[in-house]
């Protein structure tokens, strides 16, 4: 039995964990990839667009080689802060249900590890910081789920010599597709908006601009992909339909959170927004003993909470927590 089971080991669900320790609050963290998988994700060559200072956790310097960290320097700061604090993280541990156990007075986690076993976890409180990078947002059309179609984009060489077609206009497509220009392959970028979204990281836009202006890669703005075929993707563009022979589409369009799991468990989420129910100053949910932490709070609107807000929640979840488990001793 632990006084809390943390579920998600990314830089939110581990500050939790370590606002949780300070307190000396038993508990556990499960994560069902590496610590930090979402990080580990992200395109190899990727800077992050915050400082340094606003990732810590644990009042444990950041050190970078440069301004901004790379996603490296961010994979490493995070085992190290796990590995200094020893903290109670168990990987590559899928939650598959939880339920509340009257018995037990407590809630029943039940999980299942890459071999295929099954562990059963007691815990008076969960924490839900799941994040939102394995949901990505789909297309919906027609050849979607065609192996030449991917929604994640790791690195740039195996498209040299390719025809990609990159959908989306936010920093991921754009750094995307200036990416595979410089290693040889035969861009086009889709994009629905008008223009790029204003929320480029400021040394992209320019040079992603640059190429759209000097036409270095094809592009169609107010255009949405309407079909996907194993060599081409019929587009629909303000002067018409036309066909785009494609040897790879990446959809980088944005992900979301689980929502249907914390709808499984009670919580109430709005139709609109997909926002969770919860008390914005503990950040429980309408659930007895079900709190939310990091991008999971801001529903579908996942460019509304980063790390270096998200963070933020855990002193006040860990307060809310030792409160209550104060009043029952």
């Not at 930090?36 to 190899?44: G, K, L, N, Q």
């Not at 789920?145 to 936010?170: F, N, S």
Request: proline content about 6%; hydrophobic content about 40%.
């Amino acid at each position: 039995m632990h006084d809390v089971c943390v579920i998600g080991a990314g830089p939110c669900g581990l500050a939790v964990s370590v606002e949780l320790q300070k307190r000396q609050i038993d508990h556990v963290v499960l994560e069902k990839s590496c610590i930090a998988s979402t990080i580990y994700r992200f395109p190899t060559q990727m800077i992050f667009n915050s400082t340094p200072e606003r990732l810590e956790i644990a009042d444990i310097p950041f050190y970078t080689q440069g301004g901004k960290p790379t996603r490296q320097e961010a994979l490493t700061y995070y085992r190290t802060v796990v590995a200094r604090l020893k903290l109670p993280v168990r990987q590559y541990e899928t939650v598959e249900k939880i339920a509340f156990d009257d018995a037990q007075k407590a809630f029943s986690i039940q999980s299942r590890t890459l071999a295929g076993q099954v562990s059963r976890t007691l815990a008076r409180q969960v924490v839900i910081a799941t994040g939102y990078f394995d949901h990505p947002n789909q297309l919906r059309v027609p050849g979607e789920d065609l192996p030449h179609v991917q929604h994640y984009y790791r690195d740039a060489h195996p498209y040299y010599g390719q025809r990609v077609l990159v959908v989306g206009g936010t920093n991921s497509a754009a750094e995307a597709a200036i990416d595979l220009y410089r290693v040889g392959a035969d861009v086009t970028l889709v994009h629905r908006g008008a223009t790029l979204s204003d929320k480029i990281k400021p040394w992209v836009r320019p040079e992603i601009q640059s190429l759209i202006d000097h036409e270095r890669i094809a592009f169609h703005f107010q255009s949405r992909v309407t079909a996907i075929a194993p060599d081409r993707v019929q587009v629909a563009t303000p002067d018409g339909n036309i066909e785009i022979g494609t040897d790879h589409v990446l959809a980088l369009i944005g992900y979301h959170p689980d929502t249907p799991f914390l709808s499984e468990l009670g919580v109430v989420i709005d139709p609109e927004s997909g926002i969770p129910a919860y008390n914005p100053q503990t950040y429980e949910t309408n659930v007895a003993g079900i709190f939310i932490a990091g991008v999971v709070v801001s529903g579908y609107d996942a460019n509304r909470i980063f790390i270096e807000n998200g963070r933020l929640h855990a002193p006040a979840i860990a307060q809310a927590i030792r409160d209550r488990l104060q009043s029952f001793a």
